[in-house]
């Protein structure tokens, strides 16, 4: 019978595709990075890969790891994670069993969470580079060896809130979320603060991921009347909202805040819709609100962006700086921990938390999470007429301090 | 009693009457030929027995019983079983594999689902072999049936009937598109089974059936203009008129004597 | 509520403009065009390329996408579409849908994966009984009625119409005519392609440009299809505002539910009326 | 007369030899070193992927047999397959969080809850023809996504999906990836037994027969609207199957389970390794795993090459990888056959 011979050829044919995939090594530190490079978290994963990448390349140029008396050069692996958790669980159980077991991922925050439950065993250390429900990080969810670069997403809802209350003084505030994990930790965030200013008025408008047409939620918006709205939209959708809610005139009634913007976003909204629209954002490129108060944050945040303007001829999106800043504090507790053993690289940062990052000092808390002096930025957008060049899509009027970007740690149930 | 009756059988499409008010007759075991020029309703009428689509009006009877509304496969199952004008067999299977369908109905799997879909294929080899032996292509049965010589394949399509063990079987035009040689073959396989059932015929050239049929029916633009034996058919004047226009003659036909 | 019926029409609109040449495809050569959405996205793109490197307004922008997406259109009928004809659905299916993914790719490596900003070539509004619409909005829904209009006309004026309505009812007959139908199906392809072009031109400038957003549209398009019958252009085009509609009015009482009651209706009338094609 | 005896002795012999064939082709002792031959490539492919790959690409045969069955053997197109496979993912995730404690219970489950959703969708859709029946399926597809995104978001954790963490039970540790491994395998080799069965029995050739002409079916006295449904039911029960495994092998369940996008490598699969053949089926989905997880990693415009592939596939090699390589073989048989008679004749 055919299917004898035909299953035996298949054998071979098989062996020989698998065999050509077979892995070497070297004398090198092999470090995974995962980030979405296809599908709906293309934009932003393709600049975090780079962001990650520089790093490496710092460090290699600046001699390497040196573990012992010898002297290590570190090798990114890049992988896609297609913006799917299934294929991210896929990834990581691949990295591990090639041997790598410290990456920097993480694009979007459903498929970070899912890789928080796949370490849980300790078999990995990941510091994503996006930020999570704040839940993740409590003391009976976290994975022991699992770090952020950025934050929960319920800090953007606590801070913008701060914000708002304090810069606007409104009586009643929209907040228009997008329905997913993302909005509904900011909604937590947002009501942990309204919650203490009973006398503002706080609705919720959610809208569906993707959906082709917001005017429906802009025109409740309009018709409600609200002091401000909130609006906390992510991706594509950031960008329509954004642009309906000029094209229907939204902001003649309404104070638009945009509670986090980052530059590939802001790059696909027609200028005249960002004008005049005040901006939350995790980070912006250029500091120089903070050249005289702070100068040591001015200045090292200046040298990341000169040397990412020579490497991709770009300015670092948020995203792509927080992927840098994980990247080098990876590399850091290698080299602390004389080891890539991710328990011990892990208690080497937990030792040593102080670091300088992009937007100032920072420290690690038990929880996974760096403390950063400034928390968050705030922007208004700019209209086509006043930007200086195509990267310059908002002009920073604050440098936000607040002790809100975390929960104290005895609320995530540490000590 | 007849073994199938139409009473006012009707079918309309848009305004088009194709079946005009047909009441037709089947008794049992007699071969009845159909005739008529294109369009005059035999494969809608056909279409109508088989349970291909509803008629718009009318009804018919199976062995006394309603059949009007019942599906095609449930008229199979009565016996009732039919051919198409252009062949209809199932090309990418093997020969025997066409009948495996209608013989593993016979021995009975039909009723158990499970056994149906457990027992192997191969099981109804012996069967599928038999019901070929009928019509003489036991010899292809491991052949792929869409490389058969179409004459083969009308053969294989008269065997999947015949596997079925039909009561009445509807032939529409089973001599289309065949040369002479397998014109012979079918026919003389239609003449073995004469007598044994009951067989409906659809043929647009009265001189294949002629001298085969026991009764033949006249159609035209859906109304049966005329029915009988065939002699008494052929000799009417009506027939002649409608069938090959005035100037034709019955030895154009090629049918001698009659 | 005047506000969400007219944000339903718009909605309609653009859905009926992607809708039509998809259904045109379908009812005359039996194709399910995934491509269709890819000629959607060129159409957008094409606008942005030709604005920003030949610095030519928007309109003028949108011809160029428009023709050159139907000159893609004509591509993938050609070298695609036509080597498939009267071959099983599912590879024409699969085929498009290979053409799909390849010109998402293309598109990504001409312009990257970065969302384009397009702005409102009007930017302004029109008071009607005091409501205040965008003008452009208004321009897009009398556009898709133009469109609508012109191609009743065409299919009832036009020798190549009546073939294809003809192709709409019957596509085995028309065949049987012994007219060399494949050049009027072809005319058929090109022009729905030239319609998704169109739609996407015309949408730009209310929804983020990138790589990805036919394949979103494109599940909607599948609701407005049958819901409207394939190979139906009126019913298309009703169904297109009746689901637009549906879409615009659920966004504003439930706003998890706006896009699934598409494919429920669509669910409701295959239901209530199967497809046996 | 005795040439008739003659004859019909030879017809007799021609009946024994190929009845025989037929018979063994079907017998038991083939279907075991089938079953053997399968487990022992997977085994191989361990040293190369490592054993968790491995128990992916398996999981993925399983759900692309099940697809099989209903494209392939029958001939039926479905957008919407993937729902099933959501549906028994996320009734173990469920049901290990709610109910039970035991993996094995909460994967029979999510079996029955696939086997349900696809005895309720397959009712309304079998009705439907062509390329509606795509488009219908896809359209519950995307509802039964809605429904765990949004309405069910509470107990389905929505777009975080479900973490399970009651994965070990009894001997049933499904935290152990070797144990994974040989679970799935074991699945994997029930489904394609399952399925052998199946496909060689009559019911298996009424299904192709269906999928050349349903109406002519018809007119064989078979009710092809039952027959449709079954097998509907069949394929969706296979691929909760696979979903539960899925969730079990992953210990997560997301909606990324049931996006109507990813059935599109389902049908790429079944396209790959040659439709209506099981072993194609096997082989498309370990092809399609290996394409899918070993080139992005080298090349990235992994979707181009994947739109080309398969335009190669439709234009090229109907019949896939297996089909082409039954062509070949069949084509070299025929030559070595000439060939030989060619030598017997020259001697």
């Not at chain 2, 088009?16 to 159909?34: C, F, K, M, P, Y």
């Not at chain 4, 039970?100 to 219970?105: I, S, V």
Request: aromatic share 12%; hydrophobic share 50%.
């Amino acid at each position: 019978m055919s299917r004898w011979r035909l299953l035996s050829v298949v054998c071979v044919m098989l062996l020989a595709v698998v065999g050509w995939g077979v892995a070497f090594s070297e004398d090198v530190i092999k470090v995974g990075v995962m980030f979405s490079l296809t599908g709906t978290g293309a934009p932003t994963g393709k600049v975090q890969k780079d962001g990650a990448l520089l790093a490496i390349k710092e460090v290699n140029e600046a001699g390497g790891i040196k573990i012992g008396d010898k002297v290590y050069k570190v090798e990114a692996v890049v992988r896609d994670d297609e913006t799917k958790p299934d294929v991210a669980v896929r990834r990581v159980r691949e990295f591990v069993e090639e041997g790598i077991r410290l990456m920097v991922l993480g694009t979007f925050a459903h498929v970070t969470t899912a890789v928080n439950e796949q370490i849980l065993d300790g078999s990995a250390m990941v510091i994503a580079s996006n930020s999570i429900e704040e839940k993740v990080f409590r003391k009976e969810n976290k994975a022991p060896y699992f770090l952020t670069s950025q934050g929960a997403v319920d800090a953007i809802g606590r801070m913008t809130a701060e914000y708002v209350i304090k810069t606007f003084n409104p009586k009643y505030v929209i907040a228009c979320l997008p329905d997913y994990a993302y909005g509904h930790g900011v909604a937590v965030g947002l009501k942990q603060v309204y919650e203490k200013h009973p006398d503002i008025k706080l609705e919720f408008i959610w809208t569906p991921v993707g959906t082709p047409d917001f005017t429906s939620y802009i025109l409740k918006i309009i018709e409600s009347k609200p002091d401000v709205v909130q609006m906390g939209q992510w991706g594509t959708d950031a960008i329509e909202i954004l642009k309906q809610s000029y094209e229907l005139g939204l902001s003649k009634h309404t104070k638009i805040f945009f509670n986090a913007i980052v530059a590939s976003l802001a790059a696909g909204i027609p200028p005249e819709a960002l004008d005049g629209v005040t901006l939350g954002m995790w980070l912006y490129h250029d500091l120089s609100i903070l050249k005289d108060k702070d100068p040591a944050t001015y200045e090292n945040a200046e040298r990341i962006r000169k040397a990412w303007m020579e490497e991709y001829n770009d300015v670092p999106d948020v995203m792509a700086a927080y992927a840098y800043m994980a990247m080098k504090e990876l590399l850091r507790g290698i080299q602390l921990a004389q080891s890539t053993d991710p328990a011990k690289v892990y208690q080497a940062l937990m030792e040593n938390p102080e670091f300088m990052g992009f937007k100032g000092p920072a420290w690690w808390r038990p929880d996974g999470r760096p403390f950063y002096k400034y928390a968050y930025f705030i922007g208004i957008g700019k209209g086509a007429d006043k930007r200086a060049d195509k990267w310059d899509y908002a002009e920073i009027i604050e440098a936000f301090e607040t002790e809100a970007l975390c929960l104290p740690l005895e609320e995530m149930g540490y000590k | 009693m007849s073994l199938l009756t139409t009473s006012g059988l009707t079918k309309r499409f848009g305004g088009l009457v194709a079946v005009n008010s047909v009441d037709l007759r089947i008794e049992e075991n007699e071969t009845l030929g159909v005739i008529g020029p294109n369009g005059s309703g035999k494969t809608t009428l056909f279409n109508l027995l088989s349970g291909f689509f509803p008629p718009t009006a009318g009804r018919i009877f199976f062995q006394g019983r309603d059949v009007t509304h019942l599906s095609p496969e449930e008229r199979v199952k009565m016996g009732m079983v039919r051919t198409f004008q252009l062949v209809s067999v199932f090309n990418s299977l093997k020969v025997w594999e066409n009948l495996v369908p209608c013989v593993a109905w016979k021995s009975g799997m039909y009723h158990s689902l499970w056994r149906f879909m457990t027992t192997p294929a191969a099981s109804t080899w012996a069967d599928s072999i038999e019901a070929l032996k009928l019509v003489g292509l036991e010899g292809q049965a491991e052949a792929v049936a869409g490389e058969l010589s179409y004459g083969d394949r009308r053969l294989l399509e008269i065997a999947l009937a015949l596997s079925l063990r039909p009561k009445l079987l509807l032939l529409d035009e089973p001599f289309s598109g065949l040369s002479d040689v397998e014109i012979a073959k079918v026919l003389a396989l239609l003449k073995s089974l004469k007598g044994k059932i009951t067989i409906g015929i659809i043929e647009h050239k009265i001189s294949m059936i002629v001298d085969f049929v026991d009764r033949l029916c006249v159609m035209n633009e859906g109304h049966i203009i005329c029915e009988g034996n065939p002699s008494e058919v052929l000799a009417n004047p009506l027939v002649n008129e409608c069938y090959w226009g005035k100037q034709e003659t019955l030895e154009r036909a090629g049918v001698s004597g009659v | 509520m005047i506000y969400a019926i007219m944000y339903g029409l718009t909605v309609g609109a653009v859905l009926y403009l992607i809708s039509v040449g998809f259904s045109l495809t379908f009812g005359t050569m039996r194709v399910i065009n995934f491509a269709h959405t890819i000629t959607y996205t060129l159409g957008a793109y094409l606008l942005i390329a030709s604005i920003r490197s030949l610095g030519v307004p928007f309109f003028w922008g949108g011809a160029v996408g428009v023709a050159v997406a139907a000159l893609a259109g004509y591509g993938i009928e050609r070298f695609v579409i036509r080597r498939l004809y009267g071959e099983s659905l599912d590879y024409t299916f699969i085929a498009t849908y290979a053409v799909f993914l390849i010109g998402v790719d293309i598109v990504k490596w001409l312009w990257g994966v970065f969302p384009k900003p397009v702005s409102d070539p009007l930017g302004k509004t029109v008071d009607i009984l005091g409501f205040v619409f965008p003008t452009y909005r208004l321009l897009v829904i009398l556009l898709a009625i133009v469109v609508f209009f012109g191609l009743e006309l065409f299919m009832r004026k036009t020798m190549v119409g009546k073939i294809i309505v003809a192709a709409l009812d019957n596509r085995e007959g028309v065949r049987c005519l012994g007219i060399g139908v494949e050049k009027y199906f072809s005319l058929a392809f090109v022009l729905g392609s030239a319609l998704a072009a169109l739609g996407g031109v015309l949408y730009a400038p209310i929804t983020a440009v990138h790589p990805y957003m036919g394949s979103h549209i494109l599940l909607l398009c599948f609701a407005v299809v049958l819901t409207g019958g394939l190979g139906n252009l009126r019913g298309t085009f009703l169904a297109s505002f009746a689901l637009g509609m549906l879409i615009s009015i659920t966004g504003r009482y439930w706003p998890a539910g706006s896009e699934i009651v598409a494919f429920i209706a669509m669910a409701a009338v295959l239901l209530a009326r199967p497809i046996e094609a | 007369m005795g040439n008739v005896v003659k004859e019909r002795g030879l017809v007799l012999e021609k009946t024994f030899v190929a009845m025989g064939k037929q018979l063994t082709q079907a017998g038991v002792g083939q279907k075991v070193l089938e079953l053997i031959l399968i487990g022992v490539v997977f085994l191989i492919l361990v040293p190369f992927l490592g054993a968790h790959r491995a128990t992916d690409f398996a999981i993925f045969c399983i759900i692309v047999l099940s697809f099989d069955l209903l494209y392939g053997y029958m001939g039926r197109l479905s957008f919407g397959h993937l729902l099933y496979v959501g549906v028994g993912a996320y009734t173990v995730g469920l049901a290990l969080r709610y109910l039970t404690t035991n993996p094995l219970l909460a994967i029979v489950l999510g079996v029955v809850a696939a086997c349900l959703a696809g005895m309720a969708v397959g009712a309304i859709t079998v009705r439907i023809a062509g390329a509606a029946f795509a488009l219908a399926n896809l359209a519950f597809n995307r509802v039964g996504w809605f429904l765990v995104m949004s309405p069910l978001k509470d107990i389905t954790g929505g777009e975080n999906g479900l973490s399970i963490r009651n994965l070990s039970f009894w001997y049933v540790n499904f935290r152990n990836p070797t144990f994974r491994f040989w679970f799935v395998l074991a699945s994997l080799l029930l489904v394609f037994l399952l399925l052998r069965i199946f496909t060689s029995s009559s019911y298996g050739v009424l299904l192709r027969s269906i999928k050349e002409d349903e109406k002519r079916v018809r007119f064989l006295g078979y009710n092809t609207q039952l027959y449709k449904w079954v097998t509907f039911v069949l394929a969706a029960t296979v691929a909760g199957f696979g979903g539960a495994l899925t969730a079990l092998n992953y210990g997560y369940v997301n909606p990324n389970t049931l996006d109507v996008h990813a059935n599109a490598g389902i049908v790429f699969a079944c396209l790959l390794g040659g439709s209506g053949r099981l072993y194609g089926a096997l082989l498309g989905g370990i092809i399609y795993m290996l394409i899918t997880n070993l080139l992005p990693v080298y090349f990235q415009r992994w979707e181009f090459f994947l739109g080309v592939a398969l335009l190669l596939i439709v234009f090229r090699f109907r019949g896939g990888i297996w089909g082409g390589l039954e062509a070949l073989y069949s084509g070299l048989a025929a030559r070595a056959k000439s060939g030989s008679s060619k030598e017997g004749m020259s001697r």
